[in-house]
């Protein structure tokens, strides 16, 4: 019954439970049982609330028992990358340095969730501070792939993708700033969505790039996505980069096909670096938009090479700027042992960050010294426009969407690749080149549950 359960859709699941076929307790025991025993093959969690689920799941019956409906996800099990705060509850980033951060408040997208009635199981894997493709993690441990454990799950919202794929709850909240909520979807088989930069407020997310960062979603179905997408989206005050714009109703427009659209294939996403069976199944999936009524049309992106460097630039400036507050003094776990200020400083942050968080302090750092700063950042800056006029351009001649691979390879073997960063990097090198004025996702679900 369990597996029944689980097997569903979220909007199923919600339906299920709105009409009284289905109990909150029901599911989010399933959700409970299904956690507890793929933990320590998948690693996906940084803490399971299961008795707080249970509790807030009896409240949710009661409610319905009642003719209360607190909205479309009410009574529904989800859990979310730990880079979202909650209320009262630990939010570690997937870092050593936040064991212990309480947050004091919710963040705005998981407070709308809430709101809309969903029942938080708790905080998921990830890697640290979002700073990789792959979902290791020195920290909390390496997160699975649960097609087959031995490989990566992507990242940086690992522990969402693979907990989704694994069928312990119906969806949950990711963050992609190059490619991470994209990434997990792909390599684990479900949907994902990076929405439009400012479409979902960040308020209550920790920060990576803050002129990178989005909110986004995972899910089972893209019907579950769009009604994720909708609960979360919208306009924040508390957010100066969210957008106070109409949310359109998205679920509405699922139904309307894709006869009429212009789908633009770039020519510099089908290079060498694409392995053969990714570039088949994305032949695969171009022939059937075409046999669906699409127009295929061959376009290029001139500037896509120059955006690499100038992505790594902007990202680890920025990173480097938002952990600077991680000192041991305002803000994460302080390191006593320290003779001086600058000893605790430098033990603090040395015991306190991961290698991959370091790396990518120091380049950033580097970038943004005085006398580089015009050198590298501001002019990474400019490439950025360079490259974001190139989608502009295409869209303006009637592309209505574009079609990419999500990476040039499927999922690799967890530590294959940590030894060598630029290959990690790699990863990412067709997720980072959209501009964040772009909706992007990643959607290849596999037929079968693991």
């Known amino acids: 019954m369990s597996a029944d359960i689980l097997n569903a859709s979220l909007v199923d699941t919600a339906e299920a439970i709105r009409s009284k076929k289905l109990s909150s307790v029901e599911v989010v025991r399933a959700s409970i049982a299904r956690a507890e025993t793929l933990q320590p093959v998948l690693n996906c969690f940084t803490q399971l609330l299961a008795e707080e689920a249970l509790e807030e799941a009896e409240r949710a019956d009661a409610e319905l028992a009642r003719g209360d409906l607190r909205g479309p996800l009410h009574g529904v099990p989800m859990a979310h990358k730990d880079m979202y705060y909650r209320a009262g509850k630990r939010t570690t980033c997937g870092s050593k340095i936040r064991k212990d951060y309480i947050a004091d408040s919710d963040s705005t997208a998981l407070k709308r969730l809430l709101d809309a009635g969903s029942i938080y199981l708790g905080g998921l894997n990830m890697a640290e501070f979002a700073t990789g493709p792959t979902g290791h993690n020195a920290h909390w441990g390496d997160n699975h792939n649960p097609w087959n454990p031995d490989y990566i799950a992507g990242g940086s919202s ?201 790396r990518r302090i120091l380049l950033g750092t580097y970038a943004l010294t005085a006398g580089y700063y015009d050198q590298y950042y501001g002019r990474a800056q400019k490439v950025r426009s360079l490259v974001a006029a190139d989608f502009g351009k295409v869209f303006r001649e009637g592309v209505d969407v574009l079609f990419t691979p999500t990476s040039p390879t499927v999922a690799f073997r967890l530590g294959e690749r940590i030894e060598d960063p630029l290959q990690m990097y790699l990863a990412d090198i067709f997720t980072f080149r959209f501009t964040n004025r772009l909706i992007d996702f990643a959607c290849i679900p596999p037929t079968d549950s693991p």
């Open 158 to 358: 690992s522990g969402t993708g693979s907990s989704v794929a694994a069928r312990i709850h119906f969806g949950g909240l990711g963050s992609d700033t190059g490619g991470s909520v994209r990434q997990p979807a792909s390599f684990c088989g479900v949907v994902g969505v990076k929405p439009t930069y400012g479409r979902v407020s960040r308020y209550g997310l920790v920060a990576f790039a803050s002129s990178l960062d989005q909110v986004g979603v995972l899910a089972h179905t893209v019907a579950d996505a769009a009604a994720l997408l909708e609960v979360v989206a919208g306009h924040d005050p508390r957010d100066s980069t969210s957008v106070d714009v109409r949310v359109p109703d998205l679920s509405e427009r699922l139904g309307e096909g894709v006869d009429k659209l212009v789908v633009g294939v770039p020519r510099e996403y089908f290079g060498e670096a694409v392995e053969p069976g990714v570039r088949t199944r994305c032949t695969v999936a171009v022939d059937a938009l075409r046999a669906m009524g699409c127009t295929i049309r061959d376009v290029s992106l001139p500037h896509t090479r120059y955006a690499l460097p100038a992505y790594y630039v902007i990202a680890t400036g920025e990173v480097s700027s938002n952990l600077a507050r991680f000192d041991g003094v305002r803000f994460g776990v302080r390191d006593e042992d320290g003779a001086s200020l600058e000893e605790m400083y430098g033990r603090t942050r040395t015991l306190g960050f991961g290698r991959e968080v370091k």
